[in-house]
């Protein structure tokens, strides 16, 4: 049968595409061995997680990153929630507005925070307080895209209306019905967007670069700038923590939607 | 719905619940519309108006005249060539790469390995990517060290190495570089979008093809390519705005030696390389109207596809 016979053609870019995978995660593994002249170690990944100000970037940027998933379930849940019920009509204006931190690139974005933000009437770079605040939204906008559709898509899943009016005749309020019925039921979706959006909070170098604020991002430029062995343990770190979100994205919510981007370019 | 007495009281009831459930559904999405348009239309829309400003405030046209600044006109050329070869290179490697493990039939340890990295890689960006490859391609990285120890004796005793690629011109941290790098996310994200079209091609189509005669490359060009091409350009358009709008990978790896569009704005941001703030937003905007071309066409393209390859 012709069928059976090897696709030599298929079998080569198979092979070109594990060579370009495996060469250089296989090349970062190894130099990242080999601070120690003569040996291979660990040592490279002993500086990095011993380094204060490796353990400081990193806190201060997994508190930002559970900051943002806080307020951006806070502000899209309830909003695609009323979408469904109450303003079908307005979806697809909805879809338009949180699409576009796809279309602005990242740098243009922050650009206009500064321009808008720093100077008269509104001062919000002024002290390292009011500046979180603009990065929390700005980390908010950029997760947008990944957080509204998640909770979007979970949300078409369910009967809104069946369970709203069950849960009304049964005496809830509009914050039990959100929060102790739709909530539970779209917990797939929800952590599925909150892991996106944690993981790119962690990996984000653009806004906290230029709104100086002390995160992962810039910290690892500085140091790809002054060592040569850390910054493969790092890149090896970040591999492992990439891998580990998709997987928990996966067991979230099964296959949905395009796929996310966790880092930034 | 309330009931109309003759009590004016309750006439004023009535009327409260027949205006009031359009104004509350409205209120409800409030919050959203107002965080939305603080903290996305506001700085976009002041970018933008400050592209047409000048320094006084006064409208303009002049900031669009930035594109004609060699270095400005530099950049976007740089930015579009690594944008365009990167999405080329990336979707021709990635559509292969995806028929070898939909319709291509790789050995299935093959296939499963290279779905879950197209995942992985494609999603592998930024700052640890550039570390990635500094520590496989830079002076002293793994591969280039392998590369570099290749060597063949020579005529008159001397040895001949011809994969020292630092000696032969090659360099990480140049635009090639730069290309190679970036292909590390490219032609994964090719991968995982035009696979699921690969495999809305029926298989009927190809027997339909056979019994009129047809061999593979009359399949391939009469059949599947026209049917497919929505979805390739779509996707060649999505890794090109992916690569067009990269600022930290590049900035990692070279530390802004290479004049991209996003380089430049970034430099801008910090000290007004070009002495004039105006220019400097019209030269943001610029990038947007590029992005927002390339989506436009993308959701054209998308319904296109969407006809054909329903399952």
């Known amino acids: ?265 | 719905m309330a009931e109309i007495t003759a009590n004016p009281e309750s006439v004023k009831v009535v009327k409260k619940v027949r205006v009031a459930p359009a104004v509350q559904n409205w209120l409800g999405v409030l919050p959203f519309f107002l965080f939305v348009i603080v903290f996305l239309i506001l700085p976009s829309t002041n970018l933008f108006a400050g592209a047409f400003q000048d320094q006084q405030g006064h409208f303009t046209l002049n900031n669009v005249k930035v594109i004609l600044d060699p270095f400005v006109l530099k950049s976007y050329l740089v930015s579009l060539q690594v944008s365009v070869i990167t999405s080329l290179l990336g979707g021709v490697m990635g559509f292969f790469i995806a028929y070898a493990i939909t319709i291509g039939r790789a050995p299935r340890w093959m296939r499963a390995v290279l779905m879950s990295f197209s995942g992985l890689a494609a999603n592998f960006g930024g700052v640890p990517l550039a570390f990635a490859f500094i520590a496989t391609l830079g002076h002293t990285g793994f591969l280039t060290g392998i590369l570099k120890h290749i060597c063949f004796p020579a005529a008159g005793g001397a040895q001949t190495c011809p994969f020292d690629i630092y000696n032969a011109g090659f360099n990480l941290y140049s635009v090639t570089g730069l290309t190679l790098t970036y292909l590390y996310f490219q032609f994964p994200l090719m991968v995982l979008t035009i696979a699921p079209a690969l495999e809305g091609l029926k298989r009927e189509w190809r027997e339909a093809s056979q019994n009129l005669g047809g061999n593979t490359f009359h399949y391939w060009w009469h059949v599947a390519l026209p049917i497919l091409w929505p979805s390739i350009l779509g996707s060649s358009i999505l890794l090109f705005a992916s690569a067009f709008g990269a600022y930290a990978t590049a900035q990692a790896l070279t530390g802004g030696t290479i004049y991209l569009v996003t380089i430049m704005i970034g430099a801008q941001i910090r000290g007004d390389v070009l002495n004039n703030p105006n220019e400097g937003y019209a030269l943001a905007i610029g990038m947007v109207v590029v992005m927002a071309v390339c989506i436009v066409v993308y959701s054209l393209l998308q319904r296109r596809t969407t006809r054909w390859l329903k399952s």
């Open chain 1, 1 to 265: 049968m012709k069928t059976r016979k090897l696709n030599l053609w298929a079998l080569f870019w198979a092979i070109v595409g594990l060579l370009y995978f495996f060469v250089p995660l296989y090349g970062t593994l190894d130099f990242s061995l080999r601070m120690e002249r003569g040996r291979l170690s660990l040592k490279a990944y002993q500086v990095v997680l011993s380094d204060p100000q490796f353990l400081a970037s990193f806190r201060y940027s997994a508190t930002m990153g559970l900051i943002t998933v806080a307020v951006s379930i806070l502000l899209f849940l309830p909003t695609v929630y009323w979408l469904h019920l109450k303003l079908p009509q307005a979806r697809p204006i909805v879809e338009i507005l949180t699409t576009l931190p796809f279309i602005i690139p990242v740098i243009v974005f922050v650009f206009g925070l500064i321009r808008t933000f720093s100077g008269p009437p509104f001062h919000l770079t002024e002290s390292a307080f009011t500046t979180d605040i603009l990065i929390t939204a700005g980390y908010v906008v950029l997760s947008m895209p990944y957080m509204y559709r998640s909770i979007d898509i979970g949300m078409r899943t369910i009967d809104v209306r069946g369970l709203t009016e069950a849960a009304q005749s049964l005496g809830s309020n509009w914050f039990q019905i959100l929060f102790n019925v739709i909530l539970p039921n779209l917990r797939g979706a929800v952590l599925g967007g909150a892991l996106i959006s944690f993981a790119l909070v962690i990996g984000e170098l653009i806004l906290g670069d230029f709104l100086v604020r002390p995160a992962l991002g810039p910290y690892m430029v500085q140091v790809g700038r002054d060592a040569a062995y850390e910054p493969a343990a790092m890149a090896m770190l970040s591999w492992g923590l990439t891998w580990i979100c998709l997987i928990l994205i996966q067991f979230a919510g099964r296959g949905r939607g395009s796929a996310p981007q966790l880092t930034g370019r």
